[in-house]
């Protein structure tokens, strides 16, 4: 189900009859927003059923996806892989139960599924990749009780085999994220230069994205208190709400929430929540949206531009369980990025982001995007994957004690331009 929101921007309530005069002179920027599949997201305690009803839905959304691969047309469950003979062809699909070295390197895997468990054996490469609790497919041959993998498939994006989705119109859509208002190392001087260059004439933007950390939150970690401007949350977001108010009312703002904001901590997130925002809440161009989540940008006569929105607190552990990944991910944050778009999953380990199972897992990419953008890593990324623009968005702070202990240099300030007519990106320095 789509859901749409605002058209033609205007600030004014669009149920009550405000007629717009216009001079005629000035440019009217039509700009569309559509929040794609959002998801019903309950504050029921969850218990096992729904665990079951989660994994099922992963593991079936997972299982269409792998089969999509020429390699997983004839997968079976495991059960029946105990009816083959030694030397048969094996495929299959299962979740990541565990995993273990051998002395020849290899690692032995244990698959499971609705049906039981069963054992591969994959090379070196393959078996660090591997992480617990993702769906993939393995094909192989039978040896005994063990297959002994030639592949490990993951489901990935398809080759584009036509060019990317454009628009018709000349319009451009800006890539902001993580400004952590409340914090003293909020870059406010930075973030009025950016709101005032969106107040000139000096660009066509008609979209900006938020993905999350809109405010620094409290009680986040010990100690944060005092390296706090604003101490509760509320008077955060009405700063937020100051800046936001220099923002041109054609400009559709989507912003979704991030591990430091007023929503729960466990994904996905719900919308921001009105009642942080009571002077703009009613605004037609500002768009609270969940985490993650579809946005589908200027479906004006186009098909417009699939935004994917991802906080990236799943990034953190992800990257620790895999060494190609840790080395190089705080720098150039595409990588892990990437490396969920080819699992087409934005948390795939149940435990290390808390995950609340709401019947359908909605951290499965099973909707390919147009872009893909996060922030939480506070550092800048923008490249390209199959076509896909993969952004990490910056962030308006500056370094903090905590990053700085840690050695992890953000790259702040830094805006993301995609022109979606010809889909080329930019990037500006604030
Ligand atoms: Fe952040
Ligand atoms: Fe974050």
């Known amino acids: 189900m789509e859901k749409e929101f605002g058209n033609i921007s205007t600030k004014f309530d669009s149920s009550k009859t405000v007629e717009i005069k216009d001079s005629g002179d000035r ?3 039509e700009t569309k927003v559509d929040v794609m599949d959002e998801h019903d997201i309950t504050k029921e305690e969850k218990d096992v059923p729904e665990f079951l009803e989660y994994f099922n839905n992963r593991y079936d959304k997972m299982k269409k996806l792998l089969q999509r691969r020429q390699e997983m047309r004839s997968a079976t469950t495991l059960n029946r892989l105990e009816r083959k003979s030694e030397g048969d062809d ?10 273990y070295s051998t002395d020849s390197g290899k690692f032995i895997v244990e698959l499971e599924d609705k049906t ?21 497919g393995v094909s192989g041959s039978m040896g005994g009780d063990i297959i002994y993998a030639n592949s490990v498939i993951r489901p990935d994006l398809p080759i584009p085999q036509s060019g990317p989705n454009t628009t018709e119109e000349e319009i ?21 230069r950016f709101a005032d260059w969106l107040a000139s004439d000096n660009h066509n933007i008609g979209y900006l994205f938020i993905p999350g950390d809109l405010v620094e939150g409290v009680g986040i970690y010990p100690g944060q208190k005092e390296e706090l401007e604003i101490e509760d949350i509320y008077k955060q977001y009405r700063r937020f709400e100051e800046w936001f108010q220099k923002i041109p009312e054609d400009i559709q703002v989507i912003a979704s929430p991030g591990n430091h904001d007023i929503t729960r901590l466990s994904e996905p997130q719900p919308r921001l929540p009105e009642k942080a925002f009571p002077e703009i809440k009613d605004y037609n161009n500002f768009h609270r949206v969940q985490n993650p989540q579809m946005v589908r940008i200027h479906g004006i006569r186009s098909k417009g531009i699939k935004n ?10 992800h990257v620790d369980k895999i060494k190609e990944l840790r080395e190089k991910a705080y720098e150039e944050p595409h990588h892990v990025m990437i490396d969920l778009l080819k699992r087409r999953h934005l948390a795939p380990t149940y435990g290390d982001t808390m995950l609340s ?15 893909m953008v996060s ?12 076509g896909v623009n993969v952004i990490c968005a910056s962030s308006f702070q500056a370094q903090t004690d905590f990053q700085k202990r840690v050695g992890h240099e953000p790259d702040p300030g830094k805006v993301t331009l995609l022109d979606l007519k010809t889909r080329k990106t930019s990037v500006k320095q604030f």
Do not use: C, W
Not at 122 to 135: F, H, I
Not at 172 to 192: E, F, P, V, W
């Open 172 to 192: 451009q859509a800006a890539y902001i994220s993580d400004l952590h208002i409340g914090s003293k190392d909020t870059l406010h001087n930075r973030m009025d």
């Open 27 to 29: 440019n009217v920027k």
């Open 375 to 386: 922030g939480h890593f506070h550092s800048h990324a923008n490249s390209t994957y199959k």
């Open 308 to 317: 994917l929105m991802y906080h990236g607190y799943s990034f953190d552990d």
């Open 357 to 371: 199972p709401e019947g359908d897992d909605s951290l499965v990419i099973d909707t390919e995007p147009d872009v």
């Open 90 to 99: 094996a495929a299959t699909v299962a979740f990541v139960k565990d995993k």
């Open 116 to 136: 039981g468990t069963f054992k591969a054996l994959v090379d070196e490469r393959e078996g660090q990749r591997l992480v617990p609790d993702e769906v993939i």
